[in-house]
């Protein structure tokens, strides 16, 4: 009948459980304070907001009364947005992946009052299946285990804690002289020995496109060019760009595939795989002028301003992988969709084109349907305009209008829901993205955003001077991190080569002031200058 404390937040995916008959409360020592006046372990759940099991386990634990109950009377809960708070995130996923071997979300970690963790693990069902136990069990098991033999949980969580700290040690590093000049070397031969010589890109499923690896390659093959480096370099972008990871009718990247081959991806879309995929094919169409790198690039970005623009200039931050109708609704088709669209002689061709069949191209892992088609390119455009029998040219030219038909035929679907919170270090990466594709294809309106979206971000997301982490609804929020500071200033400083602008220079060395200032661990900062 009533929100939750959550009702106050500005977080979407806070928001989306202030219905919740769950009591949670956010991240702050409101929480804790209870904890240790009650005596009562904490159940922490961080997720986003364009997670499909995150709303999964929404769906079947967080609204149910029974579990409710169980929560809010031996359960002090507390849910926290891992885009927000990114560090909360990271200690508890160390954690987490200490505990079990892996990670993911939703992340669901018990702590003492002390905010150490002593047990967790990611989603789980809400009964009992298959010989394990679902979440309703595990909490009456935990609850009664935190008060019957509590020397127990807390000589685990101090372990815990100790493994952490470990590994936290094993992370500093101190430069005592020049980087090592073998070190990206030794990285590219990892790639050379990890790349999948029959899909593109590196390791088994799942794969996530890997904008790092191709940055890195694409600046050692521009130094030395070498057939075997340019070989893994072209076969990654190309199989990227042909699967269903990218969405061919709208633009943009979903943000991984479940399989080897790039075809069925989770859904949801992140503003920063596509910052970094759109620049990193920008630098492939500059390099070898292929028309499918400029086309995938100016797609992405043409998403991006359709889709992701505020109208006071930023970018927000995701798209949801579920619609109504389940995961990947919004994006799946049939063949009788794209015929009525289309008409059966040009909609047979965009199957043929597009790998559209009768029955769909793939089959969920979870409920072994057939739900539809994912658009991708089964072959090159040079093999599939011989097999067409018709110059590429036209054929490109006859799918671009195919596509656009397919898009406002889409438009009419009820639409993901999105995440429209400004993030300060998501946003420095499109700067940087707008800026070098503005420059490489001679298109002003993208120097345009970047510069819109930089504004933004300087004139509404400071305070005192200082850079805040996240915008949303005219409200700015949280102090920002060290990638917020870096993120913004590499944006600005693409953005000051691209315009010449000196005020982009001027405020790019401010944040790296700011960033040394605030992040720089010994007991003297260096000089910035």
Not at 229 to 250: E, F, S
Not at 433 to 462: K, T
């Amino acid at each position: 009948m009533y929100p939750n404390r959550l009702a106050k937040e500005q977080s979407p995916y806070l928001l989306q459980h202030q219905w919740n008959p769950v009591d949670w409360y956010p991240w702050g020592p409101e929480a804790f304070d209870k904890a240790r006046r009650e005596d009562k372990p904490v159940f922490l759940s961080i997720g986003y907001s364009s997670c499909h099991w995150c709303h999964v386990m929404e769906h079947e634990s967080f609204e149910s009364e029974t579990i409710a109950k169980l929560l809010n009377e031996r359960f002090v809960s507390i849910k926290v947005d891992r885009e927000e708070r990114p560090d909360v995130d990271e200690i508890y996923m160390r954690a987490v992946q200490l505990l079990t071997g892996s990670g993911g979300w939703p992340m669901s970690v018990f702590l003492t009052p002390d905010q150490k963790p002593f047990w967790g693990g990611t989603y789980f069902p809400p009964d009992d299946r298959g010989g394990r136990p679902g979440f309703a069990s595990i909490l009456a098991a935990l609850s009664e285990t935190f008060a019957v033999r509590r020397g127990e949980v807390a000589a685990a969580a101090d372990r815990l804690a100790a493994a952490l700290r470990q590994m936290e040690g094993g992370r500093q590093f101190v430069a005592t002289g020049p980087l090592d000049d073998t070190v990206p070397g030794r990285a590219l031969e990892e790639l050379l020995q990890t790349y999948d010589r029959h899909h593109g890109g590196f390791g088994g499923a799942p794969k996530f496109p890997p904008h790092g690896a191709l940055e890195l390659l694409l600046r050692a093959t521009a130094a030395e060019p070498r057939e075997d480096l340019t070989a893994i370099t072209r076969g990654t972008l190309d199989g990227v760009a042909m699967g269903g990871i990218r969405d061919h009718v709208g633009g943009g990247f979903h943000r991984y595939a479940t399989d080897a081959v790039w075809l069925v991806p989770h859904f949801e879309k992140m503003l920063y795989d596509n910052a970094q995929l759109a620049s990193v094919y920008t630098e492939a169409a500059t390099r070898w002028k292929d028309p499918l790198y400029r086309q995938v690039a100016e797609e992405t970005l043409a998403w991006v301003l359709r889709e992701m623009a505020a109208p006071e200039g930023g970018f927000y931050s995701a798209l949801d992988a579920d619609s109504e109708g389940g995961e990947g609704a919004y994006y799946l088709w049939s063949l009788k969709e794209i015929t009525e669209v289309l008409g059966s002689e040009e909609g047979e061709r965009f199957a043929r084109v597009y790998g559209i069949e009768e029955n769909g191209n793939f089959v969920d892992p979870v409920t072994g349907e057939e739900p539809g088609n994912i658009p991708h390119l089964k072959r090159t455009w040079a093999e599939l305009a011989r097999t067409e029998d018709i110059p590429e040219k036209d054929l490109r030219e006859r799918m671009t209008r195919a596509r656009a038909l397919l898009l406002d035929k889409r438009k009419s679907r009820p639409a993901p829901g999105l995440d429209d919170k400004v993030v300060a270090s998501w946003n420095g990466l499109m700067i940087g993205a707008f800026a070098r594709a503005g420059r490489a294809f001679g298109r002003g309106e993208y120097v345009d955003a970047a510069a819109r979206a930089a504004r933004f971000v300087l004139g509404s997301m400071r305070r005192e001077g200082r850079l805040l982490r996240s915008w949303r609804a005219g409200e700015s929020k949280l102090p920002a991190y060290l990638e917020d500071h870096a993120f913004l200033a590499w944006g600005l400083l693409d953005l000051h080569d691209v315009t010449g602008e000196s005020v982009w220079l001027d405020e790019a060395r401010s944040m790296v002031d700011s960033m040394i200032e605030r992040f720089w661990d010994s007991g003297k900062a260096p000089s910035s200058s």
